[in-house]
């Protein structure tokens, strides 16, 4: 199975950007369907974004649309999610996931295979 580690968490304001890095080793990433998820105190894990390895279709979770984006670079098996606009509520644990059934659907975290440690992103109001 590939390993995930993610990176780029941080405290910032809001309205402000951050960009969150998951890099695959041990296989290779291109094969999986990547999807982020994050929870955050007290609550349960939440979908947020899924981007497929064939047709590069990205999902989003309705809160973030518009926001976030999530995309791979395949040659550099890394997944990115870029948050933009942040809000208080997005703060969270993030964490990557590679899916290799990738005719799952992204959005349940049972469908995926790998998760990363997860990397805390805050933000202030």
């Known amino acids: 199975q590939v390993q995930l580690h993610e990176s780029g968490g941080g405290l910032v304001q809001a309205g402000d950007s951050l960009r969150l890095s998951c890099a695959a080793s041990?296989?290779?990433?291109?094969?999986?369907?990547m999807g982020w998820f994050r929870q955050a105190p007290g609550k349960e894990r939440q979908f947020v974004a899924s981007i497929k390895d064939t047709n590069g279709y990205t999902d989003y979770v309705d809160s973030v649309k518009g926001r976030f984006t999530i995309s791979r670079d395949n040659a550099k098996n890394t997944v990115y999610l870029q948050m933009n606009s942040l809000k208080p509520e997005d703060t969270a644990i993030y964490h990557c996931a590679a899916q290799w059934n990738r005719q799952l659907n992204g959005r349940y975290a049972t469908n995926y295979d790998s998760w990363g440690p997860g990397t805390q992103v805050t933000v202030s109001s």
């Open positions: 041990g296989g290779t990433m291109s094969t999986y369907g």
